[in-house]
């Protein structure tokens, strides 16, 4: 029993040997900069993703604009449609609308 204990203790102690000189390694000037290398890398791979995204999005808009402009224009109930194109494809004067803005 005594030198399961005795193993047991060894363990431990090279386990939180390693511990602490890793935790030790990240302080030092390398460990530093791999750090901020490493922090620069994901903030690159995250702008790219959110570019990529806004891309992605920025085309189904397009897409979804260019199918409302095909189809007959509907004006919502109480919308204002004076300045912009109505039902029947009239267009009213904007100056008003400009002026209150």
Do not use: C, N
């Not at 919502?76 to 400009?98: M, Q, Y």
């Amino acid at each position: 029993m005594k030198i399961w204990w005795f193993l047991t203790g060894a363990g431990a102690g090279i386990y939180a040997a390693v511990k602490a000189r890793r935790a030790a390694e990240v302080f030092t000037p390398e460990g530093m900069h791999d750090r901020m290398a490493g922090l620069q890398r994901g903030w690159s791979v995250f702008t790219d993703e959110v570019r990529t995204g806004m891309g992605e999005k920025e085309d189904e808009l397009r897409h979804r604009m260019l199918l409302s402009l095909d189809s007959p224009k509907r004006s919502l109930p109480g919308a204002r449609t004076k300045g912009w194109s109505t039902t029947d494809g009239h267009r009213g004067d904007p100056a008003p609308i400009l002026s209150s803005l």
